[in-house]
Each structure stands twice: as C-alpha cells, then as structure tokens.
C-alpha cells in the first residue's frame, strides 16, 4: 500500500461536473515494476462523457465571464496545493506509471510550474486595435475562449501532459473534459481532487477515465459543444482524430512522435555530450516524444563517443522507481519491451554491434538492460521509427551536408539536438534543422517558459510560453462605425 500523507488522493471515482461518479464497471490500474494492483478505478461510458461535455458547456459561461485575475487566483491555488502534496502525487504517479521517484517529483513540479505560468498569462490575454480603412471605422480584435476542450493524454508523464493543456485552456476561458490514459488515470484523478480543493467550479475540469479510448475520442470529435481536441500521443492517433474531427472542422492540437536527432560535431565537447545523450535518450527509460533516437557521431571521434557513452550508460541503476537511487525503471508493458527487442534484432541483422547491455534485464517483468548499438544506418528500422525504450542507436557521419540531410530525413520533426562549438555552425543548424524544438549544446529542453511542440508528422500547436495560450484563443474582429 501507498504510505500517502493525504490518502484521498488516491482517488477510484470519476470527476464530472464537481460529482464523484463510481461508474459501472472498473479499470484496474497496475504497478509495472511489480505487476501489483494499485486500484481500480471508474470505467466511464460514452453517455457519461456526453453529460460532462454538456455540463462543461454549462459551466464555461461563468467561467468565461470571470476575469482573468478570478481565473488567475483558482489556478494559483490549484498550483499551491499541487506543490504542497508533490510528495503524495510523486507516489501516485511512480505506483502507475514506474518512473524513479525523483523523476515523478521532478514531472509533478514541472506539471505544476504550467499552472502557476498560465495563471499569470490569464491576466495578459491581450486584443488588439487597428486603424482604421475608413474615416468612420474604428477596428478592434478580441480574443475570446475557443470553448469546451477535450483532452487525451498519454502514460508517460501522467501528470504534466495534462496541466499542459488544462492550465492554457482554464485561464483562456475554456473549460476542459480529460480521458486520461487507461494506464495510468489515478495521477490525473489526484489532480482532480486538488482542484476542487483549490475550489476551481463544478464543471471547468473534469476527469473520466475510460477504457475504451477510441468509443472516448469518438464522442469527443461528436459532440457539437466541444470545440476543440488537445490531444498527446502517437501520430497514428493524432491521425485519427483528424479524420474523425474534420466532420464538425474540430480545431486540433496535436503532440505526437519524435525522431529526434542528436548530433555530435568533432568540435563538441564529448564529456558534456556524453551527459546530454544520457540524459535526452534514457529519461524515463526512453519513454518520451522528445528522447534522442538518433545520434549522429562525426567519424573523427565516434569511437572515442561509443566508448565513453558505454561507460556512462553503464552506471546507471535500473530498478523499482520506488528503490533508492534508481535511475531507469521498468518499461510501461511487455509491447515496450518487444518493440525495443524488434529494433536490437533488426539493427543486429543489418550490421550494427552492441556496446553496451541489448538484452532483457536480469530483474525480470519490463525491466530491459540500458543498451548501447554502434554502426547504426539508415536501413534500420531506429532510424525511421521512435523505439521508446532505453536504446540509444550511434550512426556515422563526415560532413555537415550529409548529417543534416540524414536528420531530417523523417516525418517526423519534434526535438532535435546539436552538439557543437562553432558558432556559425550553431546557426546553420538552428535553421537548417526541420524540427520544432533545437537543443544546442544541451540535451534538456523542456520547460514551462518555452513552446513545446513540432512540425511535419509530429503534430500542430504549441505548449507552453506565451504562445501556448493562444491555442486555446479565438480571434474575434469587430468593425464599429461610428
Ligand atoms: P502511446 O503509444 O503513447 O500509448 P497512443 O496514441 O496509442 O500512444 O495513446 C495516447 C492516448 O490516446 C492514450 O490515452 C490512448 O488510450 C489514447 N487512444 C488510443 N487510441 C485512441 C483512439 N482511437 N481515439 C482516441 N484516443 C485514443
């Protein structure tokens, strides 16, 4: 059991429109280091998602009509209470999702530090004026709230993928309905409970978990009051979305695969490149839409990188994320395991060696050995395909030409990392790189201040900074005569 200093928080009931609903049947929620049941909690039906869609078209009224600074004083107080039970929900998260404890405090901070940033944004949402075509027209542009949204997040970062969204779209004026992932809904229910604590009203954030994610994402592309789907996961999904949504023209945003590149120039410094690999590919084991898949190593010291990557990667402890000192958990289930597996066989297969571990991990269950493979080519399935798990694939390169062609040579365009100590070759590569997000010099993006998203197949929209919020935002032109 959970040693919670407030165990309310482990919450089993749905949250729709300020009510706490059982549902009829269960969702049972395990621990994927021990395959231990941690709860079960409320499955919710298409019909009970429709209620908290209409309820939340309801609500967004006098939501909307409150000012940003009422707005802003109940996201502060949901962020206060977030940050004052961080340990509590760190345990939630880490019991359903695995992650290393540290890690989970580390997402329930960074998932709160949205809250606090957009409650400040709430009171910054500013229109515009523009002159004039005709000496009796004066032009105003409001931005007003896009309405109810609907949220389906991932497993991976239970907790921020949704203040991501929630946050932006609460102080815009929306109200939001979120299916969180079957995996891991008790992170997403605990942030529920807060706030109602933090006294945000019935109906502007609601939780329903729900098994069936596709009968979900089709009753939120259905409904005629929700007016918009924020959506995190993969580019197969997102895809859906779109086609299911473009009967009512549902606006969309989408976070979804990475392939993200990371390159490693003759002039970089190796030992800060060596940290950043680490940590960008085997965060979270892997498991995020931003971890390195592809690293690029200039053949003047590719060995010299494989063989100082090994060493480091080597000294990381796998173990329970509850486990003192762990710093890569279990994967989130036996298809992560397999997929890994597939990408280790066929790179293999293709001529690639192992550096370092490519074997499932001596404590069992989803637990996989930390790998390292060298001679990685782009006729291996890691080169086109996000693996997910802790494998990091190291490929050759010469030129600057030939390495930046090879980057960007996906659909997908999400993060992307440099390594180098050029400044004009800084430059090139910022713009040169078809991605959302570039990372110089650095393998750890991501933060509140700074819009987090991608192009191509990777998605549309943006999350966080100032221009996170506009996602959430209609733009209304008025033309008065006077
Ligand atoms: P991942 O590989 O991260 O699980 P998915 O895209 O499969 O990526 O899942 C992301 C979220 O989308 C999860 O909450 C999942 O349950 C949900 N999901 C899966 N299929 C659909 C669908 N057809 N419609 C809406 N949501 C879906």
């Known amino acids: 059991m959970l040693q919670l200093s407030r165990p309310d928080l482990l919450v089993t009931q749905a949250y729709a429109n300020g009510l706490w609903l059982d549902g009829t049947a269960r969702i049972a929620v395990h621990n994927p280091a021990t395959g231990a049941l941690v709860a079960e909690v409320a499955d919710c039906t298409v019909e009970e998602v429709n209620h908290a869609i209409d309820a939340?078209?309801?609500?967004?009224?006098?939501?909307?009509?409150?000012?940003?600074?009422?707005?802003?004083?109940?996201?502060?107080?949901?962020?206060?209470?977030?940050?004052?039970?961080?340990d509590d929900l760190a345990m939630i998260l880490t019991a359903e999702m695995g992650k290393p404890l540290a890690e989970a405090k580390g997402e329930v901070l960074y998932g709160a530090s949205f809250i606090e940033w957009f409650a400040e944004e709430a009171k910054r949402v500013y229109g515009d004026t523009i002159p004039g075509h005709q000496r009796d027209k004066r032009i105003l542009v409001l931005k007003q709230p896009v309405g109810v949204v609907g949220a389906i997040t991932p497993w991976n970062f239970p907790n921020a993928m949704i203040t991501r969204k929630a946050a932006p779209a609460l102080a815009a004026g929306c109200t939001m309905v979120v299916r969180p992932a079957s995996e891991t809904p008790l992170s997403a229910l605990a942030m529920a409970r807060l706030a109602e604590e933090a006294g945000i009203p019935p109906g502007v954030f609601s939780v329903l978990p729900s098994s069936d994610a596709a009968a979900t994402g089709q009753a939120f592309c259905a409904?005629?009051?929700?007016?918009?789907?924020?959506?995190?996961?993969?580019?197969?999904?997102?895809?859906?979305?779109?086609?299911?949504?473009?009967?009512?023209?549902?606006?969309?945003?989408?976070?979804?695969?990475?392939?993200?590149?990371?390159?490693?120039?003759?002039?970089?410094?190796?030992?800060?490149?060596?940290?950043?690999?680490?940590?960008?590919?085997?965060?979270?084991?892997?498991?995020?839409?931003?971890?390195?898949?592809?690293?690029?190593?200039?053949?003047?010291v590719y060995e010299d990188f494989v063989e100082r990557l090994s060493a480091a990667v080597a000294k990381l402890p796998v173990g329970d994320g509850f486990a003192a000192g762990t710093a890569i958990g279990p994967l989130i289930s036996d298809a992560a395991v397999n997929k890994v597996r597939a990408?280790?066989?066929?790179?293999?297969?293709?001529?690639?060696?192992?550096?370092?571990?490519?074997?499932?991990?001596?404590?069992?269950?989803?637990?996989?050995?930390?790998?390292?493979?060298?001679?990685?080519?782009?006729?291996?399935?890691?080169?086109?395909?996000?693996?997910?798990?802790?494998?990091?694939?190291v490929f050759r390169f010469d030129s600057e030409d030939e390495v930046l062609e090879a980057a960007n040579a996906s659909e997908f365009g999400l993060a992307s990392y440099v390594y180098t100590n050029t400044l004009s070759r800084v430059w090139r590569m910022m713009e040169g790189l078809d991605y959302g997000m570039v990372g110089v010099n650095t393998g750890l993006i991501s933060t509140e201040v700074a819009p987090f998203g991608g192009v191509k197949e990777s998605g549309q929209g943006r999350e966080g900074s100032k221009y996170g919020i506009e996602d959430y935002l209609e733009i209304k032109y008025c033309c008065l005569s006077i």
């Not at 291996?380 to 395909?385: G, N, Q």
Request: proline fraction near 2%; charge should be positive; glycine fraction near 10%.
């Open 56 to 86: 939340a078209a309801i609500a967004q009224r006098d939501w909307a009509a409150r000012t940003g600074k009422e707005r802003a004083a109940l996201l502060r107080a949901w962020h206060d209470l977030m940050i004052a039970h961080a």
């Open 343 to 393: 990408h280790i066989d066929d790179a293999l297969a293709k001529g690639a060696r192992i550096a370092l571990g490519g074997a499932a991990h001596a404590l069992g269950g989803t637990f996989f050995e930390p790998t390292v493979i060298a001679e990685a080519t782009s006729q291996m399935a890691v080169a086109r395909d996000e693996t997910f798990g802790p494998l990091a694939a």
């Open 223 to 300: 409904h005629p009051k929700m007016r918009k789907i924020s959506f995190t996961g993969s580019t197969r999904v997102g895809k859906i979305l779109m086609q299911q949504g473009a009967a009512q023209l549902k606006k969309l945003s989408l976070e979804l695969g990475g392939n993200a590149p990371f390159i490693v120039f003759d002039d970089a410094d190796l030992d800060a490149a060596v940290e950043g690999a680490i940590v960008s590919k085997f965060r979270n084991a892997g498991q995020t839409c931003v971890c390195t898949n592809r690293i690029y190593v200039h053949n003047g």
